[in-house]
DNA sequence: GAAATAGTTCAATGAGCATTGAAATAATTC
DNA sequence: GAATTATTTCAATGCTCATTGAACTATTTC
């Protein structure tokens, strides 16, 4: 009997991405790029970072799928960036399942000492083992 | 104008969440609790790692508020951890809201060099910057 | 009180990673 | 093609932190 979620989850993966998202910069970064800002200048303007940190983190989220870059037509020296919402979404919403209070199970009553104690009296066996 | 959430979010404390969340061994932890089991010997045996390592991972989970402890009533050796059921809803309401798609503005049209080009012809002036 | 059991704390190690300044790449302007 | 602008890459530094084994505390059992 399977009690936590129905396919075990990914936790490395899980992990991998939460740490990406586990940065103030990035937090920072994102939140403008959310905001509609997607001219590198503006971004710089914003978030008052040195601009190859900003091209850093930016570089760590475009790796995790959360970002993407695009030239500009006429002046090849802008780039504009942009949230990747489908990634957006999956991320919301592997998190919020995972995350969501209405999972949570009550406590196992069949489980340690005190259930042997409940069904026995008052002093148990001295192997008294959980399940 | 702000671009932004309504109020700037606080980027440190929200990495500073992320960052518990963003270990595999703890985001299993974290699953074997929400499925119910908080009988000490349990998670261990569910967890395959060494007591003291379950012990760190947990006391960074109690230190977030996400998780907490009750020694057993009967025999005070057995620690029942469990979800801090209202922490985890305020974490899942924080970054549904934070990372939730709908949220994404669209591009500001009147930003980079592509703007002053469509509005003047080819040719931009040199000094061109966006805003 | 000695042995056993449950769990924590401590110290050491090593890997990962954010940050910084400088150099390098790419594209445009004059 | 030299200078300027936008952005990235590189190398070095230092901090954080997961992991491990050993020692320690607390509690219960015999």
């Given at each position: ?35 509609g800002v997607q001219c590198n200048c503006e971004i ?88």
């Amino acid at each position: 009997m399977e009690t936590r979620t129905p396919t075990k989850p990914d936790y490395e993966t899980m992990a991998r991405q939460l740490k990406v998202l586990s940065d103030p910069r990035r937090l920072e970064i994102l939140d403008v790029l959310i905001g509609g800002v997607q001219c590198n200048c503006e971004i710089g303007d914003h978030l008052d970072m040195a601009p190859n940190l900003i091209s850093h983190h930016i570089s760590v989220l475009r790796k995790a799928g959360l970002v993407r870059a695009e030239r500009d037509a006429v002046d090849a020296r802008w780039i504009y960036y942009s949230i990747n919402e489908e990634s957006l979404a999956a991320i919301s919403e592997t998190f919020g399942q995972f995350f969501s209070p209405g999972r949570i199970k009550p406590r196992r009553p069949d489980c340690g000492p005190k259930a042997v104690t409940l069904t026995s009296g008052h002093h148990r066996q001295s192997s008294a083992r959980c399940q």
